[in-house]
């Protein structure tokens, strides 16, 4: 089993930056990918970005793309999005995901953290 737990989460202006982090912890934490995925009131859960066991980093979609960096720090087992610039778009619960698949779908993902509110006002 996989426990993640995320934080960082809250309110920010637009403009503001955050830093989200997901603690990996389980005997089966090990050289899995991360990943972070958001969902807004009435939406559907949606990719954000993700992250290799060995540190590669996939394309993420152009609402985030530039904005947005994932990071891990394989020592501490914690993975990392740093937001910038943010907009009330990205006002959403951001949910930390781990799997041995790297993949966009939601249904590939093993492992799902509890959610971290950000909200972001105009």
């Known amino acids: 089993q996989v426990q993640l737990v995320e934080s960082g989460g809250g309110l920010a202006q637009a403009g503001d930056s955050l830093r989200l982090s997901c603690a990996a912890s389980?005997?089966?934490?090990?050289?899995?990918?991360m990943g972070w995925f958001r969902q807004a009131p009435g939406k559907e859960r949606e990719f954000v970005a993700a992250?290799?066991?060995?540190?590669?980093?996939?394309n993420s979609p152009d609402s985030v793309k530039g904005r947005f960096t994932i990071s891990r720090d394989n020592a501490k087992n914690t993975v990392y999005l740093q937001m910038n610039s943010l907009k009330p778009e990205d006002t959403a619960v951001y949910y930390c995901?781990?799997?041995?698949?790297?993949?966009?779908?939601?249904?590939?993902?093993?492992?799902w953290g509890q959610g971290t509110q950000v909200t972001v006002s105009s």
């Open positions: 995901a781990a799997s041995n698949v790297l993949s966009r779908r939601t249904e590939d993902v093993g492992y």
């Open positions: 992250i290799t066991w060995f540190g590669g980093v996939t």
């Open positions: 389980g005997r089966a934490s090990g050289r899995l990918h």
